[in-house]
């Protein structure tokens, strides 16, 4: 249902996970911009996601697999109204493709109007297939240069959106911390 990629995680699959859920619902109602599930593979954090999506008003955005400014993009203009869509492509697409720091300016457009009334979670599922890898040693990882600007746009955007959240999903514990999150 809310992702297309990839199948969506069952109620069932959630069992378990009743306090992660409830930390992250805790942490949006606290006034956290964001949160940041992590932990090992197959734990359930994509299922918590999930269920904290079909808990809240807000509709779900999930990016997955692409974390590029332009992957980002065409998630969220998806989500806005059918009517908003074309419009809003046509002023920002090609802008975007040419340098992902522009993302921020359109991703700031979008909050600030159609999704100011209709808030959306941004879910950024598998955060660790956009970090550098990691090398013996390294007390924390970076973002791999490629997705840097792409997620500096949606971090910096979202901190200071006052009613749409984000969430990440991601395996690794250590790395550099993200402005705005909080650990869950």
Known sequence: MWWSRRPAPS????????????????????GAPGVLIHGMGALGKSSVAARVANRTALKPVVVFDRYDALAIFDEVLAALP??????????????????????????????????????????????????????????????????????????TVFARAPTNRRCSTGRRRRHRAIPGCRRC
Do not use: M, N
């Open 82 to 155: 059918a009517c908003e869509q074309r419009a809003r492509k046509e002023a920002w697409r090609e802008s975007v493709k040419e340098d992902a720091a522009v993302l921020a300016g359109a991703l700031e457009d979008w909050l600030e109007g159609p999704f100011h009334d209709a808030p959306i979670l941004l879910i950024v599922d598998d955060l660790e297939q956009a970090l550098e890898t990691p090398r013996p040693g390294d007390a924390a990882t970076g973002v791999a240069p490629d997705y840097g600007d792409a997620l500096g746009a949606v971090l």
């Open 11 to 30: 109620r069932r699959s959630a069992s378990g996970r009743r306090r992660a859920i409830q930390a992250v619902l805790r942490a949006f109602r606290d």
